[in-house]
């Protein structure tokens, strides 16, 4: 049995505080704490989307050993439809979009075991390939599962 399990709406202040964590790291490094006034805003569509089992998205948790009520890791990620090409005719394509572990619980395999779990959920829905973002320090634990680096010519417009 793995440690991780579908994250509940009863999770969603802990996977916005995580993603908190993950965001941090990510734009200063580490070092600092970005704004967190957007998770009040966030938290219902939040709660609601953990409570749609069977929707587009999920998140795998692990629950911190340490400190009861909190979570050590998260995962979460989207099932996209894009249209069919060939490799890929029915279009389902995986989105990891937040990889967090708390400080004080990393180097335990938590991220692994939450990762292998949604990558479990993408295959039982049909998703042909995964995408993601991974930094430096994650790359190892995202070649240990199989990902590869993609020359993917990635642009952003905020709307």
Known sequence: MSLARRALPEDAGEVLR????MIDSIWSGGGGHGP?????ESLPTLRERLARADGDFAAFVVDHPDRPGAL?????????????KAGNPHGRVGHVFSVATDPD??????????????????????????LL??????EPLYAS???????????RLPL
Request: charged share 25%; proline share 5%.
């Open 133 to 138: 973002n991974a930094s430096p320090a994650a």
């Open 18 to 21: 995580l993603r908190q964590v």
């Open 72 to 84: 050590a890791a998260l995962v979460a990620g989207t099932l996209e439809y894009r249209i069919g």
């Open 145 to 155: 599962l199989g990902f590869t680096r993609d020359p993917d010519p990635s642009m």
């Open 36 to 40: 967190t006034n957007w998770h009040a």
């Open 105 to 130: 619980a990393r180097r335990r395999g938590y991220a692994r075991v939450c990762m292998e779990e949604l990558l479990a959920w993408f295959r039982a829905r049909g998703a042909r390939h995964v």
